[in-house]
């Protein structure tokens, strides 16, 4: 907490001394909508739009078929995934853009066991986002491997008692739900000393905070373009193989666009000698042409002025909803510490639900995670700290007059 109250004034000056200020003009956010759910699904790149109008119009109305060689269709997930490359600490051709992040990490959980065949321990965390809990669950299944989920403060010390048994760690580096931070190199050493691979999920990490997977000598990777990437709804997923892994790795969902030669059209799968093995099948193109428009947002962007801007905006964040809304109820569910946190902020309210439903009615976005938290992102390219100002005032408001208790505000709708 600070001592003197923070000001509307205080806020018009941390936005005057922004150097990421001008960011916000290259995104089509709509008047009157302060927006906190970049961590959920990014805001539109105004130059997605007429993208995306050339891709439909010529290349697909016009182009037809042959856009696939002219308009460099094909190739468009290696060119999307080296653009992602560099935002990860990766190289160019490390990464590749395919699928859903579900799908990628099943195939990295049955590539990296089957690297560590005769190891048979998988160790994951508690409270991981569901998808990674039940993709594990069910690899374990497949292959008879024992899953072990432990607590994140736990992580190290399971590690340390898989011992020889330990095959792979999967993490995800920022928590869905409480922007818990790892120490990602801390880790990996730990796991490459136990003999075993890691798999990180980035999905809340990529194109926030500036992740460095070679200089942490991370062996896999995954993460969605729809978040933080700004991609759009649904945007295909980003997965990263290790060079040194790529030759040895199998790839388990053996498709066309993997193999070595796929207009050979031959009878049997020879996979593709580097990332392209991670390919499966015909790429999704609208998403990924509006995938790769949205990431020249990112082409001046330097990752640590990103990473301090979210992390002065989580800290505002928590210090206004301490001093404006003291009283009400609130707990906090992310580390204190910007250090330990990634780009967003959790509250715990029991009428959770209701507040973000008061909340988005009153133009503040954010989302709820069951079964009580209020999700707040910090977008640092888009989002304001005058916004940060005018989100807790609004908060207040929903508080102090309980706006939220309406029966429209409890009803739960199918995404929350
Ligand atoms: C940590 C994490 N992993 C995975 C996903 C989603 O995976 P998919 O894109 O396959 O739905 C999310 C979505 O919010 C997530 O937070």
Redesign the pocket.
């Known amino acids: 907490m600070t001592a003197s109250p923070l000001t509307r004034a205080d806020c018009a000056a941390l936005d005057a001394a922004d150097p990421l200020a001008a960011k916000r003009g290259e995104f089509a956010l709509p008047e009157g909508v302060i927006y906190l759910d970049g961590n959920?699904l990014g805001a539109l790149p105004k130059r997605v739009t007429a993208r995306m109008r050339a891709a439909v119009e010529q290349e697909w109305g016009t182009g037809l078929i042959r856009s696939w060689n002219d308009a460099g269709w094909y190739p468009a997930p290696q060119r999307t995934g080296a653009a992602i490359a560099r935002l990860i600490g990766a190289k160019a051709d490390e990464v590749v853009v395919c699928?859903?992040?579900?799908?990628?990490?099943y195939k990295l959980l049955r590539g990296a066991l089957h690297m560590r065949a005769g190891r048979g321990t998988v160790v994951t965390e508690t409270g991981?986002?569901p998808?990674?809990g039940y993709i594990s669950q069910q690899v374990a299944d497949e292959t008879g491997a024992r899953l072990v989920a432990a607590a994140p403060d736990d992580i190290p010390a399971a590690i340390a008692r898989a011992g020889d048994d330990l095959a792979v760690v999967h993490l995800?580096q920022?928590?869905?739900r409480t922007g818990a931070l790892y120490d990602m190199a801390a880790i990996t050493r730990a796991a490459h000393d136990a003999g075993a691979l890691v798999i990180w999920?980035l999905?809340?990490s990529a194109g926030t905070i500036p992740v460095d997977l070679n200089g942490c000598e991370a062996d896999f990777a995954?993460?969605?373009g729809?978040?933080y990437l700004n991609g759009g709804p649904?945007a295909p997923?980003f997965v990263f193989v290790a060079n040194r892994h790529q030759a040895g790795f199998r790839q388990p969902i053996a498709g066309w666009h993997g193999h070595a030669q796929p207009f050979a059209f031959g009878e049997d799968y020879t996979p593709a000698p580097g990332i392209a093995r991670m390919l499966t099948g015909t790429a999704p193109q609208l998403g990924l042409i509006a995938l790769e428009e949205a990431l020249h947002v990112f082409d001046d962007v330097d990752m640590q002025a990103l990473r301090e801007k979210g992390q002065a905006l989580g800290d505002l964040f928590i210090a206004l909803v301490e001093q404006e809304c003291a009283g009400h109820g609130f707990g906090l569910a992310s580390p204190r510490d910007a250090a330990r946190r990634g780009s967003q902020v959790a509250l715990t309210h029991p009428d959770g639900y209701a507040i973000m439903q008061a909340l988005i009615a009153r133009g503040v976005i954010g989302d709820f995670r069951a079964p009580d938290i209020l999700r707040f992102g910090f977008a640092g390219l888009y989002v304001r700290f005058a916004d940060i100002r005018d989100a807790v005032a609004t908060l207040r408001e929903v508080m102090d007059g309980r706006l939220w208790d309406r029966p429209e505000y409890h009803a739960r709708k199918a995404v929350t």
Not at 99 to 105: A, G, K, M, Q, R
């Open positions: 959920s699928d859903s992040t579900s799908v990628n990490l991981n986002f998808t990674d995800t920022v928590n869905y999920d999905c809340h995954v993460g969605c729809y978040k649904g997923s």
